[in-house]
Every structure is written in structure tokens, then in C-alpha cells.
């Protein structure tokens, strides 16, 4: 209580007259000093910090530099000042609605020079709760405001990365959860901060809070720790290096409950496939699914560890109960060059019971995973149980099993493979089966529309024509294809049938003896003719099914322009099957409405007037009259028109998939509401690169070479043959680098004998030199003793000459050397 009274009074003043806020904020600072007691700075920052919130500008400019002080002497002595003093400050810095410039201005004297950062940094350090929790609310502030300004202080503080990993091993979830929202603002855009934090073993931390809080199942702080794994490997070439090297790779498969180890020729398991979901769970499950992306990404889909990550993408996208959007992100994510063998892996898919909320499900045949993704293409999920509904988020399900189709046949061998499938067996005495492909594309037109028959059949022109495109010997086989007189309601090569169920049998059509079988692409033709009469008959009606059977003539019309394109025989045959009146009659029946359809007819008549170079009824000279009646100008203001339309530029690589024309109501999901399918990437891409070819030709005269640079189909069919052949060289070209190498290697190992060789002969050579060296030493102390033995011998002589005694030593002696002598 004297405290207080104390401090009341010196507040209050010697004469007890009320003070204003700025003259407490002034003796409230003029106590921060250093030279005061420490029970008087710690009741002078618990005032200011009361202040604060409504003096936030005094407070600021007078208290400021004094509150720092504080910081830097009285924070690591004593908890209770440090608590307070770090409260205030972030109440300083805080940017609220109101008060953004003056928190930023409080932010810059903060950070006026490195020393409080790494104050902070080393308070991190500290055990005491308040003071680790105010000082990673602190930095989160600083953060928020002059991000890049901390960051390079980070980078200079001697005891930055150890307490940050530090921090994120404190038991206190409460802690640890505030330090993984700092670390998150710590890391962005920052590569050198990211490679620091990833060597100090931030990855094994951060999937330690992942495992502890469930997994995928956990809460938003699973979210948060994925949000910094992922912000640690973004752009980021050398983290994903040092990724790689540790056993989390395979974590991230566990985490969605997908076995490492499983093997191409076995099957997932069904807590794999089957599982639970709800909002947080797909949000954790899409960040797993990113990172594995990105890794599969920057090492390619050779690697062991892509591979596994390949087979998981396929089987959640073909195999599962997974929401839309995940098996949208899992096929997006997919390499654009994809090698892994959807043909060879066996998928067991699942089908929601009707009326069980999708808490039970159907276990059907198993398929291969090629089989899979082309009726998901066709028919959408689950074998078409949801075709009708035309929601955006499913047509960009079916969008991206296209593209995966089509990154999936980027080879020629591939591509013919799949055609020759489609030929029917003449050995066959069965009744001809048809595909669901070819089934699909060949179905004739029926008014009214079945919508979800119209974008089956769409997607089929779609899927046909990456089989088609640039491979003049699939266009060749594909000329060659004729489906049943009759084709059945549905297709024979269904396989998605209940496991518990037999398969349906051969459905019996009447057929008609003499009815031969047309080829397929005579059958395309009957179809557009169909499709225009039934779409001349809706003027004025339903502007909605007028709009479906535009959508359904402009896939024929791609698809037959990325046939017919270079394909001379193909061009022939279109032609006779009376298409000449076709193209004509939309041309010259324009509307301001529908602009697509007249513009993509004068580029097909366009295209068979330039590659129109067979023998046959209808030539060039015949084509030539009618266009120019149309005009050359208003055929070429047609295709124009193409390229200007909205449905054609918004397409663009990554999504084929439009908002349909009318705008949803209020409080409708985006991803619920309706879409639409024009064109995808593949013919806009085709149609920039050729579309000026057909122009140049409409000007061009009938008894003229082909315009274009391009060759024809038996050209074509040549280069083919070449570039196999060149493929073939290039293979061995490959085996005789790798032999190459290995001669190499083999070398290098003969040049090391070679230098142990000489090392040791130059030994040897020293050795012998040495040995001679001795020798020739030893030669030389014979001699010496032979001398001196002969002088010994000559000096007793003279001694038994002149009288003198010899002792017995010494005749002994000579009686050796005698012996010696001898």
C-alpha cells in the first residue's frame, strides 16, 4: 500500500492538482530511466501500458525510446517488466483501421537499428510463458508491417534461428501455435531465411506438430505447420534437395494413409479409398497433396519417390471418395509428360449407394487406371451418376482427365495403340463390340437434347482428337474404324459394374443385313448434318437447347478439323460424304448471336479446299466457284470472329471450363453453379498456328501447288517412318554414350593401374638403386679391411725382424688372418 500511495502522489503532484494525460505520460517516461529504481520502472511501464490504448500518439513519441531501453537492460532480468514492457510496444506497433500510419511510424523507430530485433529474438530464448508469448506477438506485428526490414535483422542475429527452433519445441500449444503464424511471416519470400531455418531442422519440428495434433484429421494448426512446410520448399530448389534426403517423403504418403511401399501390381488399400471428409480436412489433405506436386515437379516423374506420388495422385483421383476439388487438384498436378503406366495399373473403383449420404459404397470391377480416367472423362464420377448435373466443379474434373489423357498419349506409338484397339476384329465371328470412346463419339444426335449426352459426347471429340493430332498414322488407322451398323444404347466395354453383380450380357440391336458399316469419320459427318437440322428448327425457341446444340457442331467441327488437317485421303472422304453442303449453309445463314459456328465452318471449307488433293467427285475446281460466291473477305471475317469471341480467349492451358452465361443467384457456391465446355487448349493452340495457312489458301488458285508448308499425308507418313527411324538412332545413339561411359570408366581404372605401375617401378628402381648403393659400400670396407689386415700383417713382420716380442693375442691374430688368407 505505501507503494501505491506513493506513486499516486508522485502523479498526482505536490500540490494535488489534477494533471493532464500528456504531463503523466511525460513523469511516467522521465521513470524509465535507468537510474531509477526497478520497482519504479516496472509501476512506470504498467501505466503506460494502460495508457497506451488511449494515448496511443503521446505515448509514442514521448515514452518510445525509454519503453526500448527497457527492453534491452530489464526484459531478461526481471519477467514482470519484460511482460509489460513487450504488451506495449505491440500495442504500439498494432496497425488498427484508425491508426495505420501512426503503428507503422511506431514500427520504423522500433526497427531504427538491428539491436531491439535481436533483443527479441533472444528473448525467444526465455522459458517464462508471457515473455515468450508477447515477444512472438511482437514480431508477428513487426512483421505484418515492415516484413522485409526484420528479415535481414534475422539474418545478423546471433540467436535468431536456434530460439525460432526452439520455440516451436515448447510444450505449450499455445506457444507453439503463435510461433508457427510467426514463422509463417518470417519465412515469406525470403530463400536465405528458408534454407537457414530447413538445416536447423524445422521440417522435423513442424511434422512433429502435424502428428501430434492427428495428422490430416487435426485442426487448423496442422493447417498452419503444412502452410510452413509448404512455404519452406516454394522456390526454394536447394530445400527440396535436403527434403529428399530425409525420411519425410515418405510421410506425406502415410499422412493420407497410402502405403510407401506398395507395389505397381498391388492394390491400395480400402481405408485408403474410403474415407471421411469434411471442410478442414480437405484443406489439409490439399496442402499435402500441393507439396507432394511440387516435389514431383522439380525432380520429375522418374524418380522412385515421383513414382509412389504418381500411383497415390491416381489412385485418390480414380479410386476414392475424395471431394471433386481434390481429385481436380490431384490430375492438375500430374507431369505434363507422363510416363507411368496408367494401362498396366489395376484400380478397384467405388460408387456411392443411393440414399446412404454417402456413408456406404459399391466395390466394383476392377479396371485399368487408362480404362478409369477415360470414363471419368466421358461420363464424369462415378460412372456418370452425377452426369446430370452440369456444376462447374465437376466439368473441371472431367476437363482435367482430359488434359492427363492427352499428357498421357504425347507419344506416337501410344497414340496408334489405342486406335488399333478400336479396329474390329475380322476373325471375330462374335457380335462387334464397341468401346466407350467410340461409342460416345459415334451416337447419333436426339432432339430434344440429353445434356448430359451432349457433353459426353463433346469430351469424346475432344479425347479423339488427341489421338488424332499430329500423327498421320493414327489418322490413317483411324479412316480405317467402323463401329456396328446399329451402335447400342450403351457401350459393351462398360466395366463399372457392382462386384457382388454379374456383368450385363451382349445387348441384342436389329441390324440389317445390307446396312453395312460406315467408316467413323462418315458418321461424324452424318451427325453434323443431323446436328444443323435439328439446330435450324430451334430458331426462336429454347435459347438454352439452341446453345447445346451449338456446344455439341462446334466439337464435331474441331475434332474434324484437326483430322482432316494435312490428311489428303481424310479430306476425300469428307467430301463425298456430302459435307461440301454442310459447311456451306451456316456461312451464308449468319446471326449476331452465335458467331463460333459460321467462323469454324469456313475454316474447315477453307482447310478442304487446301488439302483437297486427291482424285476424286468433288476437286478443288469444284470448291473453288463456291468460294468465291461466299467471298474471300467474308470467310476470312468469319474466322476472325473465332478469335475474338470471349469462349475462345478465355481458354487458356491449365482450365477448358467456362461459368455458363447466365449469372447465379445470390448466396450460390462458385463451385456450384453451372459451366460449360467450348474448346480446350490443344485446338486453340492448333488453330493460332494454322488459321492464317487457310487464309493465305482461300486466295489461292484450284490448278496451284498447296500453299501451305506443310506436307501432305503420304509426306507425313514418310517424316513419321523418318523420325522413328531418327528415334531409334537417337536410342542407340543413348546405348553407345552409356558404353561409352562405361569404356570411360573402364579407362579411368586402367589409367589408376597404369599410375600404380609406374609408381612402383619408380620404387623399385630407387630400391635398386640403394641396394647398389650398399654394395658398393660394403665393396669398399672389404677393401678397407683387407688393407688394414695386410698392414698389420707387414708391421708384426718388422717386429719379429727387429726382435721385439709379439703377444699371443697378436699371433693368434695372425694365425686367423692366415686361416682367412687360405
Not at 496442402?287 to 485418390?316: H, T
Not at 517424316?719 to 537417337?730: N, P, T
Not at 647398389?772 to 660394403?778: A, F, I, L, S, Y
Not at 688393407?787 to 719379429?800: G, I, Q, V
Amino acid at each position: 500500500m505505501d507503494f501505491l500511495s506513493q506513486t499516486y502522489i508522485a502523479l498526482r503532484g505536490p500540490t494535488g492538482a489534477p494533471q493532464s494525460a500528456v504531463d503523466t505520460i511525460a513523469k511516467l517516461s522521465d521513470r524509465l530511466s535507468p537510474s531509477t529504481l526497478l520497482a519504479d520502472r516496472r509501476a512506470a511501464v504498467l501505466s503506460l501500458k494502460g495508457l497506451t490504448r488511449d494515448c496511443k500518439e503521446d505515448v509514442g513519441a514521448r515514452a518510445l525510446p525509454g519503453l526500448l531501453e527497457v527492453l534491452q537492460n530489464d526484459a531478461e532480468i526481471d519477467a514482470d517488466i519484460g511482460k509489460a514492457v513487450l504488451e506495449t510496444l505491440h500495442q504500439l506497433c498494432e496497425v488498427d483501421e484508425g491508426t495505420k500510419e501512426l503503428g507503422l511510424k511506431h514500427t520504423d523507430y522500433v526497427l531504427a537499428n538491428e539491436r531491439t530485433t535481436h533483443t527479441l529474438f533472444a528473448l525467444l530464448g526465455d522459458t517464462n510463458f508471457y515473455i515468450r508469448y508477447a515477444t512472438l506477438q511482437l514480431l508477428s506485428t513487426l512483421l505484418i508491417n515492415r516484413r522485409h526490414q526484420v528479415q535481414s535483422y534475422f539474418l545478423k542475429a546471433p540467436a535468431g534461428a536456434p530460439s525460432v527452433i526452439a520455440v516451436l519445441e515448447d510444450k505449450r500449444e499455445i506457444i507453439r501455435n503463435e510461433s508457427i503464424v510467426m514463422i509463417q511471416a518470417l519465412i515469406s519470400q525470403s530463400p536465405d531465411i528458408q534454407k537457414v531455418l530447413a538445416f536447423e531442422g524445422a521440417f522435423e519440428k513442424l511434422f512433429n506438430t502435424v502428428t501430434q495434433e492427428g495428422g490430416v484429421e487435426g485442426g487448423v494448426i496442422s493447417l498452419d505447420a503444412l502452410r510452413c512446410v509448404d512455404g519452406l520448399l516454394r522456390f526454394n530448389s536447394s530445400n527440396q534437395s535436403y527434403f529428399r534426403e530425409t525420411p519425410l517423403p515418405s510421410l506425406l504418403l502415410s499422412l493420407l494413409l497410402f502405403p510407401p511401399t506398395l507395389q505397381l501390381q498391388d492394390a491400395a488399400p480400402q481405408e485408403f479409398a474410403l474415407q471421411f471428409w469434411d471442410n478442414q480436412k480437405v484443406a489439409n489433405v490439399s496442402l499435402v497433396i500441393g507439396i507432394m506436386g511440387m516435389l514431383i515437379g522439380s525432380k520429375g516423374s522418374g524418380s522412385p519417390d515421383s513414382s509412389v506420388y504418381i500411383r497415390c495422385f491416381i489412385e485418390l483421383a480414380l479410386g476414392s471418395n475424395a471431394p471433386t476439388a481434390l481429385k481436380t487438384q490431384t490430375l492438375r498436378l500430374l507431369p505434363t509428360s507422363l510416363t507411368f503406366p496408367l494401362s498396366s495399373v489395376i484400380l478397384t473403383p467405388y460408387m456411392p449407394v443411393p440414399d446412404s449420404n454417402g456413408e456406404e459404397w459399391d466395390r466394383l470391377e476392377p479396371a485399368s487406371a487408362l480404362d478409369v480416367l477415360v470414363e471419368l472423362a466421358l461420363h464424369g464420377e462415378y460412372n456418370g451418376l452425377y452426369g446430370d448435373n452440369r456444376g462447374k466443379d465437376g466439368l473441371e474434373l472431367r476437363g482435367a482427365a482430359v488434359t492427363v489423357f492427352n499428357n498421357f498419349v504425347h507419344k506416337d506409338e501410344i497414340k496408334q495403340a489405342i486406335v488399333q484397339g478400336m479396329l474390329s476384329s475380322e476373325e471375330s465371328t462374335d457380335a462387334p463390340s464397341i468401346s466407350p470412346l467410340l461409342h460416345a463419339l459415334c451416337i447419333p444426335p436426339t432432339s430434344p437434347l440429353n445434356l448430359a449426352n451432349v457433353t459426353t459426347t463433346h469430351i469424346a471429340t475432344l479425347v479423339f482428337s488427341h489421338l488424332l493430332g499430329s500423327s498421320p498414322r493414327s489418322k490413317t488407322i483411324a479412316r480405317s474404324i467402323k463401329p456396328p451398323s446399329a451402335i447400342p444404347p450403351t457401350p459393351q466395354g462398360q466395366f463399372f459394374v457392382p462386384a457382388d453383380g454379374a456383368p450385363p450380357g451382349p445387348q441384342s440391336v436389329e441390324t440389317d443385313e445390307d446396312d453395312a458399316p460406315q467408316s467413323v469419320l462418315h458418321l461424324l459427318s452424318e451427325n453434323l448434318s443431323l446436328c444443323f437440322l435439328s439446330r435450324s428448327r430451334m430458331e426462336g425457341t429454347d435459347d438454352r437447347e439452341a446453345r447445346e446444340w451449338d456446344r455439341l457442331i462446334v466439337g464435331y467441327l474441331c475434332l474434324l478439323a484437326q483430322w482432316l488437317w494435312e490428311d489428303s485421303k481424310a479430306v476425300r472422304e469428307f467430301l463425298e460424304a456430302g459435307a461440301l453442303g454442310v459447311l456451306v449453309e451456316p456461312i451464308n445463314q449468319t446471326s449476331e448471336s452465335e458467331s463460333l459456328v459460321p467462323g469454324l465452318c469456313a475454316f474447315l471449307l477453307g482447310l478442304c479446299y487446301e488439302f483437297n488433293r486427291q482424285p476424286g467427285e468433288i476437286t478443288r475446281s469444284t470448291i473453288h466457284p463456291i468460294i468465291s460466291r461466299l467471298g474471300v473477305d467474308t470467310l476470312i471475317g468469319q474466322m476472325t470472329l473465332v478469335r475474338e469471341d470471349e469462349r475462345f480467349k478465355a481458354i487458356g492451358p491449365d482450365s477448358m471450363v467456362l461459368p455458363y452465361s447466365t449469372h447465379a443467384p445470390l448466396g450460390i457456391n462458385p463451385a456450384d453453379t453451372e459451366g460449360e465446355i467450348w474448346f480446350d487448349w490443344a485446338f486453340v493452340d492448333f488453330w493460332k498456328s494454322n488459321h492464317y495457312t487457310v487464309q493465305k489458301g482461300f486466295a489461292m488458285d484450284p490448278n496451284t501447288q498447296a500453299s501451305s508448308s506443310g506436307p501432305n499425308a503420304e509426306s507425313a507418313m514418310l517424316i513419321g517412318s523418318l523420325r522413328d527411324v531418327i528415334r531409334a538412332q537417337a536410342q542407340e545413339i543413348d546405348d553407345l554414350q552409356n558404353k561409352l561411359k562405361a569404356v570411360s570408366v573402364g579407362e579411368t581404372q586402367l589409367n589408376d593401374l597404369q599410375s600404380q605401375i609406374t609408381g612402383l617401378k619408380t620404387e623399385l628402381k630407387e630400391s635398386e638403386e640403394k641396394r647398389k648403393d650398399v654394395e658398393k659400400e660394403q665393396e669398399d670396407l672389404l677393401v678397407l679391411l683387407d688393407e688394414m689386415s695386410t698392414k698389420r700383417r707387414k708391421d708384426k713382420a718388422h717386429m719379429r725382424a727387429a726382435g721385439l716380442e709379439v703377444s699371443e693375442d697378436d699371433a693368434d691374430g695372425d694365425e686367423e688372418d692366415d686361416d682367412d688368407d687360405e
